[in-house]
């Protein structure tokens, strides 16, 4: 198992596979973004993408997105979903 030092959550964890896309940006995510994070990620993505309507085709909403990744994983103020509350685990 490969490991990471995550930005996110300041600890050795599991890291990706392989760079979740090519060039520089994703060759820095999969030296410093652990697994977990990195699907975390995703799913937030999606939720801001839909919530904001953003056209992925929009080199601005790709700018966007791409600012709000760096805030998620630095663990700053990244955009919240309005009116989501996440589920409750059951124990």
């Not at 996110?8 to 520089?24: C, D, R, S």
């Not at 700018?63 to 998620?72: D, G, I, N, R, Y």
Request: proline fraction near 7%.
């Amino acid at each position: 198992m490969r490991t990471v030092n995550c930005i996110k959550y300041k600890e050795i964890l599991e890291g990706l596979a392989k760079p979740p896309y090519p060039g520089p940006k994703g060759q820095e995510i999969f030296e410093s973004i652990s697994k977990k994070a990195w699907a975390e990620w995703l799913n937030h993505q999606t939720m801001i993408i839909n919530e904001k309507h953003l056209n992925m085709i929009d080199p601005s909403s790709r700018a966007l997105l791409q600012e709000e990744m760096t805030k998620f994983m630095q663990s700053n103020d990244y955009a919240k979903v309005e009116g989501y509350v996440p589920e409750k685990k059951s124990s």
